[in-house]
């Protein structure tokens, strides 16, 4: 379990617990506030982000990709070349550097026909 506060605004958390974790948002008093979670190893256990209060809301959404189009521990390219790979117009990719040699990548692509993974070794 892991309660952020206030002041930890803009923080990047690498969560590598695979039994799981809780994580609380601070009160929503704190506008602006902003932190990003990256999942380092896959979870066996649950993964939970809660509020601080029960009248808190979480709005927006999120993309969830299938396994056949992600990056791994082998990957170090990522190459679009072809329209199943995500080139088409709309998309957009955030590269966040997490650790030593290690980027998370995240967005939302489009393309069209089957997905296929555009990661890869150079």
């Known amino acids: ?47 939970k982000v809660a509020t601080e209060s029960n009248g808190d809301l979480l709005l927006g959404g999120i993309s969830i990709v299938s396994a056949a189009a992600k990056a791994d521990s082998s990957h170090d390219t990522m190459t679009m070349s072809s329209d199943q790979k995500g080139r088409f117009k709309g998309g957009s990719v955030e590269f966040t550097s997490v650790a030593a040699d290690k980027w998370l990548v995240s967005g939302v692509l489009n393309g069209g026909g089957t997905p296929v993974n555009p990661f890869t070794n150079s």
């Open 1 to 47: 379990t892991y309660v952020l506060t206030a002041d930890q605004s803009g923080v990047i958390l690498a969560l590598n617990r695979p039994a799981g974790i809780t994580v609380t948002l601070p009160a929503d008093t704190n506008t602006g506030f902003h932190c990003k979670m990256v999942v380092l190893d896959t979870f066996t256990g649950t993964w």
